[in-house]
């Protein structure tokens, strides 16, 4: 069975204090992991998509890396505005539209 | 920027009702999808479609639900008989295909059954 496993469920930074987040994950074979955005009451926001171990992608202050078992989303010197819930999700490598698999997020708040 | 549009924001049912959500995918995406999040859980796989058909189904998507494309640019999700466990948002998503391109999700129906 595919699954998500995010690292902390919540975390609290002040303004300009860099950190990660974690994103562990098994997945019969894979075929994209995913980086969202969501804020309170609303859809998740696609950031990210890494498909092999080693890639990295950035935007902002929000730079995604993934190995074979884990990916990272590191933040560097976070605004009040990146305050939200980071969602991490697996799309396993199968025939078709394969649904996404996701974890439970990490609550990140960004203190002024 | 294109998005995915979903109505009602808010939809309040007695326990046992029929509900119809409705979404308007992303206008060039050819795959559409489903998914639920319960309050404080994770984001759940409800359905996909394709070409007029259901791709894939989760557990979840048990024969109180169905999903429909009725015209060229909306797509529906009805529950029959509505029951308290259904009470969630619920999720739109679209993707222009298949491979590893990202589904858009929309901002969600909160459905609370009563």
Redesign the interface.
């Known amino acids: 069975e595919d699954q998500v496993t995010q690292s902390p469920e919540a975390l609290r930074l002040q303004e300009g204090e860099s950190s990660s987040l974690n994103c562990s994950y098994t997945v019969s074979g894979l075929?994209?992991l995913?980086w969202?955005r969501q804020d309170p009451?609303?859809?998740?926001?696609?950031l990210f998509?890494l498909?092999s171990a080693g890639e990295e992608k950035e935007k902002e202050r929000l730079k995604a890396t993934l190995t074979k078992k884990e990916s990272f989303l590191h933040i560097t010197a976070p605004k009040p505005e990146d305050s939200a819930t980071y969602?991490c999700?697996v799309?396993a490598a199968k025939?078709?539209?394969?649904?996404?698999?996701?974890?439970?997020?990490t609550r990140l708040s960004v203190i002024a | 920027e294109p998005e995915?549009t979903?109505t009602p924001s808010h939809q309040v049912t007695q326990m046992g009702q029929e509900v119809i959500l409705r979404c308007v995918p992303i206008s060039n995406h050819l795959?559409f999808?489903w998914?639920r999040q319960i309050l404080g859980?994770?984001?759940?796989?409800l359905v996909?479609f394709?070409n007029n058909e259901i791709?894939?189904k989760?557990e979840i998507f048990d024969d109180q639900f169905s999903v429909e494309r009725p015209d060229g640019s909306n797509f529906t999700l009805k529950i029959r008989s509505t029951k308290l466990e259904d009470s969630a948002m619920y999720?739109c998503?679209s993707?222009p295909?298949?491979?590893?391109q990202?589904?858009?999700?929309?901002?969600?129906t909160?459905l609370s059954i009563l």
């Open positions: 075929r994209g995913f969202y009451g609303k859809g998740p926001e696609f998509t498909y969602l999700a799309q025939s078709g539209n394969t649904p996404l698999v996701f974890g439970k997020g | 995915v979903q795959y999808y998914y859980q994770k984001v759940e796989f996909s394709y791709s894939e989760s999720f998503a993707s295909g298949t491979g590893n990202p589904q858009h999700f929309g901002d969600g909160r």
